[in-house]
């Protein structure tokens, strides 16, 4: 069935808004999918985080996410009701089982790849755990300069 | 001054430039203070399927201070995962985990 995708949705509220209204959202939301027939998987709350940039006059906003499946249309009436909504300051709906779907179908190649080089040299087809240890333990070039975030990289 | 300039950069390193791999970058990784280049992918090296846009630690490595999403030439990623970064970085900037511009 073509219908059955996965989107994430993540929507914003000013950090002052109280549980009571997150969880009226939350129920909003959970109607709305039921009506097109779709469920939703989980519901992440990340709580207060700072904004990269202001949006209105907010610094500052609740994040939460929600991972669901269910037909296309779905995401068009979710996203008209959010609009509605003050409390939600911004929302972002995607799809992404066709990405996961790429991702693992990489994973999986990469896996047989190595599992057939490993075979052919002798070895069993899976890592032993003290090799995997090995490897870590040569892996570690992280030059940190990378891995930084932003603002803190002076020598630019 | 600048004919100072000059004669350094003929004379070590002539023949240096892209074609010398990571190994090369790291013997003269100290000169002047310059960022040092990382010619290979993170992601491929790091077998990173799907860049998350969610991942901000990970996105946040590719864009530089003024906010611009860091071209290729500089960060060494390849084309593909470039495209994917791409879209990550789009995704998380519009809902504001990363800024669009920074003065």
């Known amino acids: 069935m073509s219908t ?14 109280t549980e009571e209204a997150l969880a009226e959202l939350h129920t909003q939301v959970a109607t709305v999918v039921e009506k097109f027939g779709g469920t939703i998987e989980k519901t992440e709350n990340w709580g207060r985080r700072r904004l990269a940039y202001e949006i209105g006059k907010h610094r500052e906003g609740v994040y939460v996410l929600e991972v669901i499946n269910g037909p296309g249309a779905l995401t068009a009436e979710l996203d008209r009701r959010l609009r509605v909504f003050d409390i939600v300051i911004r929302h972002m709906c995607v799809r992404v089982d066709d990405e996961l779907a790429v991702a693992e179908r990489s994973l999986a190649r990469r896996k047989g790849a190595q599992a057939k080089r490993r075979v ?3 070895l069993p087809p899976e890592p032993t755990e003290t090799e995997r240890k090995r490897r870590e333990d040569d892996d570690d070039d992280s030059d940190g300069g990378m891995e930084r975030g932003f603002g803190e990289r002076g020598d630019r | 001054m600048s004919e100072d300039r000059d004669s350094r950069g003929g004379g070590g390193r002539s023949g240096g430039g892209k074609g010398a791999g990571a190994g090369a970058a790291g013997k003269d990784g100290a000169r002047r203070g310059f960022f040092r280049r990382r010619r ?5 090296v790091e077998k990173i399927d799907y860049i998350n846009y969610k991942d901000v630690k990970l996105i946040a490595s590719f864009i530089p201070e003024r906010g611009k999403i860091q071209p290729r ?10 495209r994917a970064l791409q879209t990550a970085i789009k995704r998380a900037r519009q809902i504001a985990l990363v800024p669009y511009v920074t003065e």
């Open chain 1, 4 to 17: 059955n995708r996965q989107y994430e949705l993540i929507y914003i509220t000013p950090p002052e808004s």
């Open chain 1, 120 to 122: 052919r040299r002798g």
């Open chain 2, 40 to 44: 290979v992918c993170k992601f491929c």
């Open chain 2, 73 to 82: 030439r500089i960060s060494g990623v390849c084309a593909l995962h470039q």
